[in-house]
């Protein structure tokens, strides 16, 4: 796909350079003809002058403005690429963030249907199925929410809810793999739709285990400045070079590092998050961290 789209776009690019060369060719040569006519008709130097600077005048503002076409034809192109592109690994993520649960989940309950298994046994097969189908949910939930954030009138069902308890709430069956520390006020109430806003958790609590090492810690904080309330989630992992912080938020873009090479993801978790917070009239950022990646948001 990302191949037939890049080969089209190149195609087109050379047709579209070989006119614009033909333009500015023919250009050049009627203003050479209208030159050489005017000499013919007019042996006044001075007027010669003015109409050769004229011409040359018109054919520098004429070249300005193709060149400028040029520039964002050029540009449109290499975004639809890049998008396509995009769309090529979001279409393979998504394969295989979908069969990996539902192969797992097959084979637990194939081997509870096959083997006399003691009640711990089949209790621990059990689980792994139900996390098998809370990833699958979630990741539903993820592609389904993607097409209505981008909506600026969508309608949310706003309540007072405390945001320590929503993030505890949110926590609950990410695996224990980690040491995650939730220091946010206590009496920090914030009004958002739970619904929405808690994926804004999940998504930035999976992303912040997927990219750190095991073990180490993830802090929830809450600080208040200037009468504004924020709140931050921070990790010791790889983080996230100052060129990619605006790029991470777009929709199916993942940094081309080892690290998210190396593990699971679709593009979307990040372009969520900013669209929801955005939808509650919050703001939020990357800050600059010595280890690890730490993004604040803003609470309106």
Not at 49 to 64: D, T
Not at 96 to 110: C, D, G, V, W
Not at 181 to 196: A, G, M, Q, R, S
Request: charged residues 25%; aromatic residues 10%.
């Amino acid at each position: 796909m990302v191949n037939q789209v890049k080969n089209n776009n190149t195609k087109l690019l050379i047709v579209f350079y070989a006119l614009i060369g033909y333009i500015i060719l023919q250009f050049m040569w009627w203003a050479y003809h209208i030159i050489n006519l005017t000499k013919q008709l007019n042996n006044d130097q001075d007027y010669i002058l003015r109409r050769i600077g004229m011409i040359a005048g018109e054919a520098f503002v004429f070249i300005v403005i193709i060149s400028l076409g040029v520039f964002y034809v050029v540009r449109s192109f290499r975004k639809e690429f890049k998008l396509a592109q995009r769309q090529k690994n979001f279409s393979l993520s998504v394969t295989h963030e979908l069969k990996t649960p539902i192969a797992s989940s097959k084979l637990f309950l194939e081997t509870l249907l096959n083997r006399e298994l003691k009640e711990n046994k089949k209790k621990e097969l059990l689980e792994k199925v139900i996390l098998d189908q809370d990833r699958l949910q979630n990741l539903v939930d993820n592609i389904l929410m993607a097409s209505n954030v981008a909506e600026t009138d969508l309608e949310l069902v706003l309540e007072e809810i405390s945001l320590f308890h929503l993030i505890e709430k949110a926590s609950e069956g990410f695996p224990k793999t980690h040491k995650i520390i939730n220091e946010v006020n206590k009496e920090l109430n914030v009004i958002v739709d739970e619904f929405y806003y808690i994926s804004v958790i999940q998504n930035l609590l999976g992303n912040a285990i997927k990219y750190s090492p095991n073990g180490s810690e993830i802090y929830w904080r809450s600080f208040t400045i200037s009468g504004t309330n924020y709140f931050s989630i921070s990790d010791k992992g790889c983080g996230i070079p100052k060129k990619e912080r605006r790029k991470v938020f777009e929709m199916f873009y993942r940094i081309d590092n080892e690290e998210t090479r190396t593990s699971k993801g679709t593009g979307l978790g990040l372009y969520l998050v900013e669209n929801i917070v955005r939808l509650h009239k919050g703001e939020i950022s990357i800050a600059d961290n010595k280890q690890g990646c730490e993004f604040i948001i803003k609470i309106s």
